[in-house]
C-alpha cells in the first residue's frame, strides 16, 4: 500500500475501535450531547449579555461544539495513545514497515472525523432548541475547526509525554480541561464571570477557540474567520507539534 | 552492548542459521530482553557488530522490517477488535501478506476468528500475538518468552504453533527461560548468564556435556551408597556380580544421568562470590 491508502487502511480500524470503546463513545459523544441538553433546558429562555445579547441556546451551542472538538482531539488523542503506549502496541507497531506517520495520520484522522460529527450532531440539536444552523457560516465553521482540530491533536500528542502510565492518563487530561472549560465561559457564560477570570483564560488556547468558534459560528459575533484568535490556537500547536517530535515515545514507560 | 551505565551483556557472539529455531535460553535478568532487542532495532548497541539478515538493525529500514516479525515479551492486543481483524490490521502494513485465514488456521484460533480478543484467554491472546508477528510472511521471527506465565495446557498449544513455524520454513529466535522449551522446540540451543554465554550447542549436546560421571545409588545394610563412575557399565557389571555372588539385593538399585535442567541449573548458577550482576 502506498502512504495515504496506507493511512486509510490504519484510519478504518481506528474508527472500528473508536465506536467499540464504551469510554470514547460516553466521554466523546455521548457527555457534550447531555451536557448541552442540561443547559439548553435549565437557561432555557434566558438572555446572555454577550454581543450586544443573544439567547442562551445560541450561546451554548458554539461553547459545547468547542468542548467537544477539543474531547474529539487532544483528550481522545492524549488517552487512546498512552493506553496503547502502555500496552505496547505502539511499540508492536513499530516493529513493522508500517512508517510512524501513518499511525498518528490514522488517529488524527480519525480525532478530525469524530469533531465534525459532533459539528453536525450538535448543530442538529441545537437547531431543535431554536439556535439556527448559520449555512452562510460554513466555510468559516469548518476553516475554524480544521485548525483547532489539528492544534489540539498536536497538543494531545504532546501531552502523552507527561502521562506516565494509563492511570494517570484521565486524572491528567480531566485536571488541565475541566478548569479551562469553566474560566474559559464555556460551561458559565462569560457575562457572569468575575472580570479577570477571562484574562487569565486567554492565556490558554481552550479561550482562544472558543472564542473563534463563537465568532465563526454566531451571526452576532464579529467577523467570521476570527483570525487573531486562530493564530494563537495555531501557535500553541505548533508548540505542542514541536514538543510532540521531540518527547513523544513509543515505548512502555513503566516494564 | 549496554544500557545506562550497566553493561548489560557483553562478548555475546550468535549465529543463527537459515530455517532453524533457535532458542537463546537463560534465567531472568540475564540479558535476553536486551540481546533480542538490538537484534529487533528497538535498542542501540554501545559496541560489537550485528548483522540480520544482512543488515545492521540499527540502521535497517522498511525493506528489512517487510522481513522480520516481532512477538515482544509484554504486549497487550487491542481489546475492541477481533482476531480476524487485528490480523487483516497488520496485513495490511506488509507488502505481500498471507491470507489471513491461514494465518488463522496456523495459531488454531479458527473459532475465536471472529471474537474480540478480549474475550481470548492467556494463551489464545498469545498465539495472536504470534499471528501478527507471522502475517507479514516473514523469513525471521523473534519470539521472547512466548509462554511465560502459562498453563500446560496453553504451553504445549503455543509450542505446536512453533514447531509449525519451522514447517513454514521461517527462522524463528526464541528466547525462553524454560530448559524444556528450548529442548522442545529447538534446534540448536545457546544458554546465557549474567550477561554471557555460558554454553551452547544441540539440545542432545549440552544433555551430554558434562555427563561424564554416570550415578549409580542403592541401599546396602539401610545404608545409601552413592558412587559416581565415568564407565558405568563397567562398575555396574563389578556391583551387580559381587551381589549375585552374595546373594544380596541392591535394594533401591538407580543408575541416573544428570537431567537437561540439571545441566541447566549448574551452568546457571549465580557464582557465590556475588560477582555477577
Known amino acids: 500500500m502506498t502512504g495515504l491508502a496506507l493511512v486509510g487502511h490504519q484510519f478504518r480500524y481506528d474508527q472500528k475501535a473508536f465506536w467499540r470503546n464504551p469510554a470514547s463513545v460516553f466521554f466523546t459523544v455521548m457527555f457534550p450531547v447531555i451536557l448541552f441538553l442540561i443547559l439548553a433546558v435549565v437557561f432555557s429562555g434566558e438572555e446572555v449579555n454577550v454581543r450586544g445579547g443573544i439567547d442562551a441556546t445560541t450561546y451554548y451551542v458554539p461553547a459545547i461544539m468547542s468542548l467537544a472538538i477539543i474531547s474529539a482531539t487532544m483528550q481522545t488523542l492524549a488517552m487512546t495513545l498512552v493506553i496503547a503506549r502502555e500496552d505496547g502496541r505502539l511499540k508492536r507497531g513499530r516493529g513493522t514497515p508500517m512508517p510512524p506517520w501513518v499511525f498518528i495520520a490514522g488517529r488524527v484522522g480519525n480525532s478530525i472525523v469524530v469533531a465534525l460529527m459532533m459539528l453536525v450532531l450538535l448543530a442538529a440539536i441545537g437547531a431543535l432548541f431554536g439556535a439556527d444552523v448559520p449555512w452562510g457560516r460554513l466555510p468559516a465553521i469548518l476553516i475554524t475547526l480544521v485548525i483547532g482540530a489539528a492544534s489540539f491533536c498536536c497538543l494531545g500528542i504532546a501531552l502523552t509525554a507527561a502521562i506516565p502510565s494509563q492511570d494517570a492518563a484521565a486524572a491528567i487530561v480531566n485536571a488541565m480541561l475541566l478548569p479551562l472549560y469553566f474560566l474559559s465561559g464555556v460551561f458559565i457564560p462569560e457575562d457572569q464571570l468575575p472580570d479577570g477570570v477571562i484574562s487569565f483564560a486567554d492565556l490558554f488556547p481552550v479561550r482562544h477557540f472558543f472564542d473563534a468558534f463563537f465568532d465563526a459560528y454566531v451571526p452576532a459575533g464579529g467577523s467570521a474567520v476570527s483570525w487573531d484568535n486562530l493564530a494563537i490556537v495555531a501557535l500553541w500547536g505548533v508548540a505542542g507539534l514541536l514538543l510532540a517530535i521531540r518527547y513523544f515515545r513509543w515505548t512502555p514507560r513503566s516494564g | ?142 519470539l521472547d518468552e512466548p509462554t511465560t506465565g502459562f498453563d500446560p495446557s496453553a504451553r504445549r498449544q503455543a509450542w505446536d504453533v512453533i514447531a509449525g513455524l519451522r514447517d513454514l520454513g521461517k527462522t524463528v529466535f526464541l528466547t525462553t527461560h524454560y530448559m524444556d522449551e528450548a529442548q522442545r522446540l529447538a534446534d540448536r540451543v545457546t544458554i546465557i548468564a549474567a550477561g554471557q554465554i555460558v554454553a551452547r550447542g544441540t539440545p542432545r549436546d549440552l544433555g551430554e556435556r558434562e555427563s561424564a560421571e554416570t550415578t549409580i545409588r542403592y541401599r546396602s545394610g539401610g545404608e545409601e551408597i552413592v558412587v559416581r563412575t565415568g564407565t558405568p557399565v563397567q562398575t555396574l557389571h563389578e556391583l551387580t556380580a559381587a551381589a549375585l555372588a552374595s546373594g544380596e539385593e541392591l535394594e533401591g538399585l538407580e543408575v541416573t544421568r544428570p537431567s537437561l535442567e540439571d545441566v541447566y541449573l549448574e551452568l546457571t548458577a549465580e557464582p557465590t562470590d556475588g560477582s555477577a550482576g
Open chain 2, 1 to 142: 552492548m549496554s544500557y545506562g551505565s550497566t553493561e548489560a551483556v557483553r562478548g555475546i557472539d550468535l549465529d543463527v542459521h537459515r530455517g532453524e529455531i533457535f532458542a537463546f535460553l537463560g534465567p531472568n535478568g540475564a540479558g535476553k530482553t536486551t540481546t533480542v532487542e538490538i537484534l529487533e532495532g528497538y535498542r542501540k548497541r554501545s559496541g560489537g557488530e550485528v548483522s540480520v539478515l544482512g543488515e545492521d538493525p540499527q540502521r535497517a529500514g522498511r525493506e528489512w522490517r517487510e522481513r522480520i516479525g516481532i512477538v515482544l515479551q509484554s504486549g497487550r492486543l487491542d481489546p475492541y477488535l477481533t482476531v480476524r481483524e487485528s490480523l487483516d490490521l497488520y496485513a495490511g502494513y506488509f507488502r505481500a501478506p498471507l491470507p489471513t485465514a491461514d494465518v488463522v488456521g496456523l495459531i488454531g484460533l479458527e473459532e475465536k476468528a471472529d471474537e474480540r480478543t478480549s474475550r481470548l484467554s492467556g494463551g489464545q491472546q498469545r498465539r495472536l500475538d504470534v499471528g501478527m508477528a507471522l502475517v507479514g510472511d516473514p523469513e525471521l521471527l523473534f
